[in-house]
Nanobody, 122 residues
Framework: QVQLVESGGGLVQAGGSLRLSCAAS????????MGWYRQAPGKQRELVAL???????SYADSVKGRFTISRDNAKNTVYLQMNSLKPEDTAVYYC????????????????WGQGTQVTVSA
């Protein structure tokens, strides 16, 4: 089975930067859409950024101009570069893949990582 493993979270001061990574392991031929979500305490999980093959990345309004999503298909890894961080960016960040092709006619769907904590201090 495919697993997604996030890394790169931590504690940073407001205005600082962090780079999150999400590595997919297992038998992977290709993946369609991969994204980053976040969930702050007491709030619903929300989409932060999404990258799909053949399409421009999309971002939540709250992070546009500050966050950049990218992917390295050869490494089966997706990144989230977060700049100009604000205290309201504090949350657990989750990696998600909507469809991963693992064989000629085999797919895995709706995969989530375990999450990585990002804390931004004022």
């Amino acid at each position: 089975q495919v697993q997604l493993v996030e890394s790169g979270g931590g504690l940073v001061q407001a205005g600082g930067s962090l780079r999150l990574s999400c590595a997919a392991s297992g038998r992977i031929i290709s993946s369609k859409g991969m994204g980053w979500y976040r969930q702050a305490p007491g709030k619903q999980r929300e989409l932060v950024a999404l990258i799909r093959r053949g399409a421009d990345p999309s971002y939540a309004d709250s992070v546009k101009g500050r966050f950049t999503i990218s992917r390295d298909n050869a490494k089966n890894t997706v990144y989230l570069q977060m700049n100009s961080l604000k205290p309201e960016d504090t949350a657990v960040y989750y990696c998600h893949a909507d469809e991963i092709r693992t064989g000629i006619f085999e797919y895995e769907y709706d995969k989530w990582g375990q999450g990585t904590q990002v804390t931004v201090s004022a």
